[in-house]
């Protein structure tokens, strides 16, 4: 039981605001990527590492930065890496070549991940158990908003005052938001003062990125190229001296203890399935309407508004019934609703039906509102609040990955069932026109993508069945040793 702070709502608030501007920034690049690229007179590949250096760093940051979190105090650690993420985006605003833009983004992505990291230890460290769902449904509501807004807005600033105004914008909410931070948060006590695992940093930081950069490349390259498969090799090695350094250093980066709870191994399993199978829903669909249907850019974002939309009224209500009937069976029925939803996906046509693509989107969102805030509590509150960083940095680099492997196995599906179609140049450059033969082929690869995904969710429902009777033994057990003790 977590002892409520007076001030809660306040840094309910502050943390949904800063978690709202993060990703905000994150989808708002993409709108300016065309005249950043016009400007800086760099080539598109570059262009696109503005994108991929924010991702990378901020991926391989969340463990470490949750690791710092708990060493050194969750304010300490957010407020750093919120300062860093505003300064960064000064920079991101004066950039004047490629090279500085790509090194301010990957500034970017550290202050992010050092902030974002810290968000739901603290939220778990200020309310009690039975709020923390409704908690994590408020502020599951700033990353739809900044999703929702991002695009809109970045499309609007780039058309008055240029690309550089997407990031001068940002600067006074960011300075805003830190003030806020200093007075509302409260210092987190801390152990004793710990060495930083810097080889568990390098290891697990390096397989990571090779990892990533493989996930992105593997299309381009080949899969079975040498390129891809020494990346996916280094990889393993990296990733095996991780394991190996993290059982013999004194102050790990992570605690493998971790990995023997069964509740937070089994919730980080039904994370990675839940996410590679949301995350394939816009990437297949865009491919659908761009690729076959030949829509816009702006008809196929004004379609996935449905995507977003529930979410904002079904978070907080998630987060509440979570509170009130547990999380498994929110995680249940999410997991349950989502695959169905992407089996309805799978049996698009060849013309095109508005409402055969907002129906399930619909459902989709409502049951993601419904879900991740409890999954999200699931995971977390079954770690120590010691390890709240630790645990939170791999759950959040966790999510990151799977958001990468599931592009990468949508476009691997796809390409697999059109193989006489380039999947990859009609991703990133939509618009080329399909006979009549091609166009069915493709779509029927594109339903068959979704039907392959929607499996993910049957596993996450299985693990989440697991999950459910572990508790139930824990629940069972403690009842006993409670008899005992009253007897």
């Known amino acids: 039981m977590f002892a409520v702070k007076p001030n809660k709502w306040a840094v309910l608030s502050v943390i949904t605001f800063v978690s709202f501007i993060s990703n905000l920034d994150a989808t708002i690049v993409v709108i300016g990527l065309q005249p950043i690229v016009k ?50 985006t000064v920079l991101c605003g004066l950039a004047n070549s490629g090279s500085s833009l ?86 987190s006590r801390t152990g004793e003062r710990e060495k930083t695992d810097w080889l568990g940093i390098m290891t697990f930081g390096s397989g990571l ?15 079975a190229s040498a390129g891809t498969i020494g990346l996916f090799a280094a990889t393993l090695i990296f990733w095996s001296l991780f394991g190996y350094i993290e059982r013999k250093v004194q102050y790990p980066l992570f605690h493998l203890s971790l990995l023997r ?40 974002g004004l379609l996935l508004i449905p995507l977003s939309v529930p979410q904002l009224f079904t978070g907080p209500i998630g987060g509440k019934l979570a509170d009130r009937f547990g999380t498994v069976n929110m995680i249940l029925l999410g997991s349950f609703l989502i695959g169905v939803s ?70 691997l599906v796809v390409q697999l069932g059109s193989t006489s179609i380039n999947v990859t140049k009609m991703f990133s450059e939509p618009g080329a026109i399909l006979d009549a033969n091609s166009k069915s082929v493709f779509i029927k690869s594109t339903n068959m993508g979704f039907r392959f995904f929607a499996l993910f969710l049957a596993i996450s429902l299985v693990l989440g069945l697991f999950l459910m009777r572990i508790q139930q033994k824990q629940l069972l057990v403690h009842e006993i040793q409670n008899a005992k003790q009253s007897g």
């Not at 503005?50 to 990378?56: D, V």
């Not at 990125?209 to 899969?223: D, N, R």
Request: charged letters at 5%; one cysteine or more; glycine letters at 10%.
């Open 39 to 88: 400007d800086l007179q760099i080539p598109i590949a570059t262009g696109m590492w503005t994108i991929t250096a924010f991702f990378i760093t901020n991926t391989v940051f969340l463990l470490p930065s949750g690791r710092w979190s708990d060493m050194f105090g969750t304010k300490k650690i957010f407020l750093w890496g919120f300062g860093l993420f505003t300064f960064a």
């Open 102 to 187: 790509i090194a301010a983004r990957l500034l970017q992505g550290v202050g992010a991940a050092m902030a974002m990291a810290t968000t739901t230890p603290i939220l778990m460290r200020t309310f009690p158990s039975s709020q923390l769902g409704f908690a994590l449904g408020i502020n599951n509501i700033s990353w739809v908003t900044g999703s929702l807004i991002g695009p809109v807005l970045g499309g609007a600033l780039v058309g008055e005052f240029g690309w550089r105004s997407i990031f001068f914008v940002i600067v006074p909410f960011g300075i805003i938001s830190l003030i806020a931070a200093v007075f509302v948060l409260e210092s």
């Open 209 to 223: 990125v090779a990892f990533l950069v493989a996930l992105s490349e593997g299309t381009a390259l080949g899969w």
């Open 261 to 300: 709870n069964q509740r937070y191994t089994i919730g980080l399993g039904i994370t990675m399935s839940y996410c590679i199978g949301y995350f394939s829903v816009t990437i297949l669909l865009t491919l659908y309407l761009q690729g076959a249907q030949h829509l816009s850019s702006l008809e196929t």
């Open 342 to 411: 992407l089996l309805l996906l799978g049996q698009l046509g060849t013309q095109l039906s508005n409402m055969a693509v907002i129906v399930p989107l619909l459902i989709i969102s409502a049951a993601t509102g419904l879900s991740w805030p409890s999954l999200a509590k699931a995971v977390l509150s079954a770690a120590p609040l010691e390890q709240a960083g630790s645990a939170s940095g791999m759950f959040g680099t966790i999510y990151n990955m799977c958001r990468a492997m599931s592009q990468a196995l949508v476009l």
